[in-house]
């Protein structure tokens, strides 16, 4: 969360000539609601689920930068789609710039609790390994602009 996967993902689809997809986009656009009202509805099981789904069908696309919500990972069927069907940028950024990024947004249902700081600490020390694991490249967003990590990635990423 606050690590700049929508922000670099738009610019680096543009970069590279190629179109933009955002999982968590998708799947208000096919519900017609936000994030928080499906996890309120459904609970994060629900959410998770319909995630799943829309990974599945938008990592069958060609030539697309596709921006996943941050527990996306946490699926193993989601992390082998992810690693079949692409080259995984993860997204690094430590809690205390996540903070800065994340203060203000409402459309955080995870964080929507006494201590979000706690909640993203627990966040990443379960999900970082699980990033690390599938990444062909990892990027500081927290210390760099989005301008400087799409650079990074173009450096590291040879399209077939």
């Known amino acids: 969360m606050g690590a700049g996967k929508t922000t670099v993902g738009r610019q680096l689809a543009r970069a590279l000539g190629m179109d933009f997809h955002d999982s968590d986009w ?11 009202t499906i996890f309120e509805y459904e609970g994060e099981e629900g ?32 992390r082998q789609r992810l690693t079949e069907n692409g080259f995984v ?16 947004d409402n459309n955080r249902p995870l964080l929507n609790n006494d201590n979000p700081r706690e909640k993203l600490e627990l966040l990443n020390q379960i999900r970082d390994p699980l990033y690390a694991q ?6 500081d ?14 450096k590291k990423f040879k399209p077939n």
Do not use: H
Request: charged share 25%.
């Open 47 to 78: 959410f998770r689920k319909r995630e799943s789904e829309v990974i599945f069908e938008l990592t069958k696309l060609d030539n697309i930068v596709l921006a996943t919500g941050g527990g996306a990972i946490l699926s193993v069927v989601n």
């Open 26 to 36: 998708e799947i208000e656009s096919r519900t017609g609601v936000d994030i928080p």
């Open 134 to 139: 599938c990444a062909d490249s990892t990027i």
């Open 141 to 154: 967003t927290g210390s760099t602009s989005s301008k400087v990590a799409v650079k990074q990635i173009l």
């Open 89 to 104: 940028v993860f997204l690094k950024c430590s809690v205390n710039r996540q903070m800065e990024r994340t203060t203000r």
